[in-house]
């Protein structure tokens, strides 16, 4: 069975653009994770979907981060307009229930120039 | 709110060698605990995870880890260390019983290096 799947691998965008990231879960997981690493810190939680519905996004930096997870299935994540300080990796992760494990997709890497 | 400290941002070892990686944390009951592997180009892998009970637990690819509660520790071991095993790796703590999400409060990780 897939693992979870994250695309692209890497993002290179000038200051100002737009990026969108996305994530496709284990299929039949409801539960869907968003998580960021900028460069040498943690690995910080950002938001979590159960099936289309956001559970927590009390780690979204602002408002320039808009994730959305239409029908359930895989979730996009947009940054508008991408900032220096957005660069990072983000992880995407699945769970088939709340309090079940997480897996993790290897993770998008952006870089805002 | 919970916290996690991973102490060595790089550890070098020959193959063949131990390894203990450090892990802290700061909460203030006990909290499940994880330690995720992440090699290049993968995602996070769990490599072990305590709830409660026997305080050494085993995981996968020889890996096992302590829990020690007067040190507020977690610290991964592996007694002799594969060229394979050279990858980053990430400790991290859930809160027991918060009656929140089980979102998992991560460390820095710490990259280790595996020398021929």
């Known amino acids: 069975e897939a693992g979870v799947t994250q695309f692209p691998s890497h993002s290179v965008i000038e200051k100002g653009q737009t990026v969108t990231l996305r994530c496709d879960p284990i299929s039949g997981h409801d539960n869907l994770y968003w998580y960021r690493r900028v460069m040498g810190k943690e690995i910080k939680f950002l938001l979590h979907f159960v099936k289309e519905s956001k559970q927590d996004e009390s780690g979204m930096p602002n408002n320039r981060f808009l994730a959305e997870r239409t029908g359930g299935t895989y979730s996009t994540l947009k940054v508008q307009p991408a900032e220096l300080e957005d660069s990072g990796v983000y992880f995407c992760?699945?769970?088939?229930?709340?309090?079940?494990?997480?897996?993790f997709g290897p993770g998008t890497r952006l870089t805002v120039l | 709110a919970q916290s996690v400290t991973q102490p060595d941002i790089h550890i070098t070892v020959s193959e063949g060698a131990s390894l203990e990686l450090r892990c802290n944390y700061s909460?203030?009951?006990?909290?499940?605990l994880f330690w995720y592997v992440q090699s290049p180009g993968q995602g996070l892998q769990l490599l072990l995870k305590y709830f409660s009970g026997d305080t050494l637990v085993q995981g996968i690819k020889g890996f096992e880890a302590e829990f020690k509660r007067s040190q507020s520790s977690f610290n991964l071991r592996k007694p002799s260390v594969h060229w394979s095993d050279a990858a980053e790796y990430f400790c991290?703590?859930?809160?027991f019983g918060a009656g929140g999400s089980y979102i998992p409060t991560f460390g820095r990780g710490t990259s280790l290096i595996v020398h021929p």
């Open positions: 909460y203030g009951a006990t909290p499940y």
């Open positions: 991290a703590v859930v809160p």
């Open positions: 992760a699945s769970s088939s229930g709340q309090y079940n494990e997480q897996f």
